[in-house]
C-alpha cells in the first residue's frame, strides 16, 4: 500500500473509530421487557484511568505486539527474538498507531470484558496504564480492524433497536457478557461495555455501561422504543448525573470473544491491507 493511500485509508477510519466523548423498534413486546444485568462492576472490573490518546503514553504497537497477534509469519525470516516486522505488518502497524491518536474505548472494553470472562489476575482496577498493561490495550484496540470485526459491525448496523436490547437482554439473563457496543452520532463514534438493561417507562430502555471515558462513574444511553429519524435506528442519549449528555443516532454491536488469544493466521495482515484498500 503506497503511503498516499494509507494515509487517505487512516483519514476514513478516524472517522469511523475515533473515540470523542435507519428502521423501527422492532416489536420488543412487553412481556420480553425484564431488567436484567451481566454482572460485570465497572468499579471492578474496569480499568481506573480514564480513555487515553496515544500522546498520552509512550508506548506504540511494535513487531513483539504483531508477533502475538499474527504469529512468527510477520517477522523477517521467521525470526521472533527480537521481532523485525515485515514491510506489509509494519505498514499495518503505522495505520493502526496513526489511527489511535483519538483515543482507545474500543481496546478497553475488549480488555475489561475479556480479563472478566477469563477471572484474570490481578483485577482490571488495580491495573495502571503502562507496559504489558497498555499494549494489551493497544492488541485489542487494533483487532476492529480485521475484516470480520467490521464485517460483523455493519450487520448489527441494520438490526432494529428490538433486535440490539432482545440480543443484549439475552446476554444478561445468563449472565454472560458477548457484546460490546459502538455508539455513532455527529461527532463520531464510542465504544463502550453493555453491563445491565432496565425499562422506566414502556416506551424507554436503559442500557447501563462502562464507559471509558469516564471511569467509576455510572453511564448509560436511553433508547426510545418508539421514534425513529431518517436511516438511524434509535434516537437515544448518553446521561449520567449531570447536565453534560450528547446525543445517539446508531448502535452496533460486536462480539470481542474470539478477538483476543490466539494468534490470527499468518495471511491475515494482507487480507487486512487488502480489506482497508476496496472499503475506503
Not at 421487557?33 to 490518546?53: C, I, K, Y
Not at 502475538?68 to 523477517?76: K, T
Not at 483485577?123 to 484496540?141: K, Q, V, W
Request: overall charge negative.
Amino acid at each position: 500500500m503506497s503511503l498516499r493511500r494509507l494515509g487517505t485509508v487512516i483519514v476514513a477510519l478516524a472517522l469511523i473509530t475515533s473515540c470523542s466523548s435507519g428502521g423501527s423498534s422492532g416489536g420488543l413486546p412487553p412481556e420480553s421487557r425484564v431488567a436484567a444485568a451481566s454482572g460485570l462492576v465497572a468499579e471492578t472490573h474496569g480499568f481506573p484511568f480514564a480513555n487515553f490518546g496515544a500522546s498520552n503514553s509512550p508506548e506504540v504497537m511494535d513487531g513483539e505486539d504483531l508477533r502475538l497477534m499474527f504469529g512468527d509469519g510477520v517477522c523477517e525470516n521467521g525470526k521472533s527474538s527480537p521481532c523485525a516486522p515485515t514491510s506489509e505488518a509494519a505498514a499495518w502497524a503505522q495505520m493502526v498507531n496513526q489511527s489511535r491518536q483519538a483515543g482507545h474505548c474500543e481496546g478497553m472494553v475488549v480488555q475489561a470484558i475479556n480479563r472478566y470472562t477469563t477471572s484474570a489476575s490481578p483485577l482490571t482496577s488495580t491495573l495502571t496504564n503502562e507496559a504489558d498493561t497498555t499494549h494489551g490495550i493497544i492488541r485489542a484496540f487494533a483487532t476492529q480492524f480485521f475484516p470480520k470485526v467490521r464485517k460483523e459491525s455493519n450487520k448489527w448496523a441494520k438490526k432494529s433497536i428490538g433486535d440490539i436490547l432482545s440480543t443484549l437482554q439475552e446476554s444478561f439473563t445468563s449472565k454472560k457478557l458477548t457484546y460490546t457496543m459502538g455508539l455513532y452520532s455527529d461527532m463520531g463514534g464510542h465504544a463502550v461495555l453493555p453491563l445491565s438493561i432496565e425499562y422506566p417507562t414502556d416506551t424507554t430502555a436503559k442500557v447501563h455501561l462502562y464507559d471509558t471515558n469516564w471511569p467509576g462513574q455510572d453511564r448509560y444511553v436511553e433508547f426510545d422504543l418508539e421514534k425513529t429519524r431518517g436511516d438511524s435506528h434509535f434516537r437515544g442519549t448518553i446521561l449520567q448525573q449531570t447536565p453534560a449528555h450528547g446525543l445517539v443516532e446508531r448502535a452496533t454491536l460486536i462480539s470481542p470473544q474470539w478477538r483476543v488469544g490466539s494468534p490470527q493466521t499468518l495471511h491475515s495482515i494482507q487480507e487486512q491491507m487488502e480489506f482497508l484498500e476496496i472499503s475506503w
